[in-house]
């Protein structure tokens, strides 16, 4: 018959206590654990509690010039002439990198500067004509240009001008003085006429007053009387007339000198009428002679700084730039180069001037590539939107404290490379980075 063996004995042990001596060792292996864990869960708790972690704020960036890149642009745009720089040639500041076509810009100035010249010729021909100069005084930018073609058959017209002008005007005069002369001459002889009349007149007065007193004394007929009364009375009619005709004569030679005054006057209301008229336009003239020189110039295209051509937009002579639209972009060789990064609107808070920041580069090898230091510069007043990414973000613009010791080799920053930035806010100790989130979510849920 076989043994029965006692479900408290292990197998293989004879001894009956072996139940108590296994609950022992279970109780000291919990014990064992729970202790470990108390020292586990207490070193970490401590580990935390004591051990601070430096926060910091990550950014995507972007290696740009300090000074920026600028945009060449053109404010009315026009028809490409030539096209002087190719993709990343280096320009100097006031080469002429694009000539648009002048065609049409130097024609508008020639019609307005032909305008202007007749204008300032007809101005010194009207001022000689006005002052009763003998010759015209021309100007001085009119006398330099004497040897061109134009200038100088404008020139003669003007000069045939004045002489004919002032030949009719002193062939009016000359008219005018004549007559008064000629009427002078009548009043000589009308004066001399009547003078003779007065005389005849008083011959026959003493010749009447004689035949009167004989009449008187019935000596003489009453019909010689007479004959001679009638003659005395048309002597002295005829004298009458000739007065009247002397004063008449006499004011058609004061109409004469008047008319010969009112020559010049005449002359010279109509000249200043027409100095009113071309001094006006000559002010209208001369800003629209500066406004075409300018145009004309804004036909070359300059560098506006010295730096390399990127992202040139025209390739084509005879293409057509818009208004305002970006030629190329001129980057600036020499300048600094810094990172700007864009820092997300949840971080904005725990970014301000003055910080520290670690940069790395992804274009080269993390493993030979230390981060740069350097730090935060200025940050933007303003929320910035990209539509095209659909995105919003501060600029936080930071600068490298030492490029030569971070960047060995022939390592070299370039305008566009990718950066990423971390912004170092401040210390806090492992407990706070753990608990935060659960205190956030307790805040959170009381108020709900």
Known sequence: MSEMISPFRLPGSSSLYAPEKSGEGIRANVLLGLTVSVVLVGGVGAWAATTSLAGAVIASGTVVVESSAKKVQHQTGGIVGAINVREGDRVAAGDVIVRLDETLTRANLQIIAQQYDRTIARQARLQAERLGLPAIDLPESLIKRVAEPEVEVLIAGEKALFESRTKAGAGLKSQLEARSEQLAKQIEGLVAQRKSMDESAALVERDYNSLKTLYDKKLVSLERVSELQLELSRLR??????????????????????????????????????????????????????????????????????????????????????????????????????????????????????????????????????????????????????????????????????????????????PGMPAEVHIQTGERNVWSYVMKPLSDQVHRAFRE
């Open 237 to 414: 009619g005829e004298s009458g007339r000739l007065a009247a005709a002397i004063a008449e004569t006499e004011g058609k030679i004061s109409e004469t000198r008047l008319q010969t005054l009112q020559v010049d006057e005449d002359m010279r209301k109509d000249v200043n009428e027409e100095l009113r008229e071309l001094d006006g336009k000559e002010v209208e003239l001369v800003e629209r002679k500066a406004v075409a020189k300018d145009q004309l110039a804004r036909t070359e295209i300059r560098a506006p700084q010295a730096g390399l051509v990127q992202e040139l937009a025209v390739h084509t002579v005879g293409g057509v730039i818009s208004p305002g639209e970006t030629i190329m972009l001129i980057v600036p060789e020499q300048d600094r180069l810094v990172v700007d990064a864009m820092v997300a609107p949840a971080s904005i808070d725990d970014v301000e001037p003055g910080q520290p920041v670690s940069i790395r580069f992804s274009a080269f090898d993390a493993n030979t590539t230390p981060e740069c230091k350097g730090t935060v510069q200025r940050v933007s007043a303003d929320l910035i939107k990209d539509p095209q990414r659909q995105i919003s973000y501060f600029v936080a613009r930071t600068t490298l404290d030492d490029q030569k010791s971070c960047l060995r080799g022939s390592r070299r920053l370039q």
